[in-house]
């Protein structure tokens, strides 16, 4: 018989009403163990309740960080264009471009979100990873964090 038996043996046999007394010690250790237990219930709804909240919020936080860096690329781009633009009407016959195909220029935009590659120190924060396919812009990374 192990300790803890031992142990549970000798309560339980505390617990036996033998009287009066003994019997208004029973219930109220049974009514507390009642509450504790409700109790206990109510902190793990109230847990519930908040890891869904926080787990909507993280979702619309990602979702709008991940709009944000699509149009971060989107803005870069027509930045880019409008200097090119600005630069070939303040110098038509120079030869210097910022990009020499501007018309013919793909417009792929791709945002991967997920895991990054493991960095020296890597951090736990989530991470979008933001890819122009610009030839004067290759990757932007784009961390952000929940405070």
């Known amino acids: 018989m192990s300790s803890l038996e031992a142990a549970n043996k000798v309560v339980m046999k505390w617990l036996e009403p033998k009287n009066e ?3 208004k010690r029973k219930k109220t ?3 507390l163990c009642k509450q504790i237990d409700e109790m206990k219930r109510q902190h793990d ?3 519930d309740e908040m890891k869904k909240q926080f787990d909507y919020d ?3 936080l990602y979702q709008r960080y991940y709009n944000a860096a ?3 690329v ?3 781009r027509a930045y880019y264009d409008l200097m090119e633009k600005v630069q070939q009407q303040n110098n038509p016959s120079s030869s210097c ?6 018309e013919y220029r793909k417009k792929n935009i791709s945002v991967h979100g997920g895991p990054v590659t493991p960095s ?4 736990p924060l989530p991470q979008l990873i933001v890819i122009d396919d610009d030839e004067d812009v290759h990757v932007a990374k784009v961390e952000f964090s929940v405070r």
């Open 70 to 72: 699509k149009e971060l």
């Open 74 to 76: 989107i803005f870069r």
């Open 58 to 60: 993280n979702h619309v």
């Open 29 to 31: 250790i049974d009514d």
């Open 45 to 47: 709804k109230q847990v």
């Open 97 to 102: 471009q910022l990009s020499p195909e501007i």
């Open 21 to 23: 007394q003994d019997q």
């Open 120 to 123: 020296p120190s890597p951090s």
